[in-house]
């Protein structure tokens, strides 16, 4: 069973940027697509961005031109670069595959405040 970990979370302005990392036990090649998911406060989880083994790309609307997410398979890592943000972003974020799988890591907390 492939273990996740996030990190990179933080307290940033709203305007300011965040690069969030995933590292995998295993291989995400072999995964196939992966995904960034976040949820709110009161919220339901959601998938915010995903990327497929070939490197095609998807966004939530709320995101669009705003966050971009990547993924080397040979260091088995998924990264989120998140610009411009909202405090709308708060949420703690989670990578998984897309469509998710059972196992969740602890996540990332960002909080986008001034």
């Known amino acids: 069973q492939v273990q996740l970990v996030e990190s990179g979370g933080g307290l940033v302005q709203p305007g300011g940027s965040l690069r969030l990392s995933c590292a995998a036990s295993?291989?995400?090649?072999?995964?196939?697509?992966m995904g960034w998911y976040r949820q709110a406060p009161g919220k339901q989880r959601e998938l915010v961005a995903a990327i497929t083994r070939g490197g095609s790309t998807s966004y939530v609307d709320s995101v669009k031109g705003r966050f971009t997410i990547s993924r080397d398979n040979a260091k088995n890592t998924v990264y989120l670069q998140m610009n411009s943000l909202k405090p709308e972003d708060t949420a703690v974020y989670y990578c998984?595959?897309?469509?998710?799988?059972?196992?969740w890591g602890k996540g990332t907390l960002v909080t986008v405040s001034s």
């Open positions: 295993g291989s995400i090649f072999a995964i196939g697509a």
């Open positions: 998984n595959a897309a469509p998710f799988m059972p196992n």
